[in-house]
């Protein structure tokens, strides 16, 4: 593959990278929210419950124990419907991780073999120069000698 193609392969890879990396933070973003979400419902769901227990030892009605109890129900439900959003959002953080993984991966890559080429081709310059002037030297030698 042409120096060219392999320059424009590699711009290609780092947007995508940096594509990668913004869905990655995103997806972390996500997670970290749906946590803190988990922690308020939770710590809601405990103060509820204190203060149910609290109010039951004082007298409660079956009226008001049946709206204590189904509330407390609903929390749990909630709870539970945030577990499983905060297990499909750290799979979506997961996903995200590979695939960044994966571009940069193929991203340094690429730019192991442009720096690898670029050194070649150092190399192989250097050696023309150095070529050249001991030409150079062996010509002005030569041309000194007398005959």
Known sequence: MSSRALHLLLDKLDGEERQAAALLNSAQRQLQMLQQQQQTLSQYQRHYSQEFHHRGREGLSSHQYGHFQGFIDKLEVAQRQQLDGIRQAREQVD???????????????????????????????ARNEQKMLDNLAIYRFHKKQPR
Not at 97 to 123: F, H
């Open 95 to 125: 996903k995200a991780r590979q695939s960044w993984m994966q571009v940069k991966t193929r991203r340094q890559a690429i730019a192991q073999l442009l720096e690898r080429d670029r050194q070649r081709q150092q190399l192989e310059a």
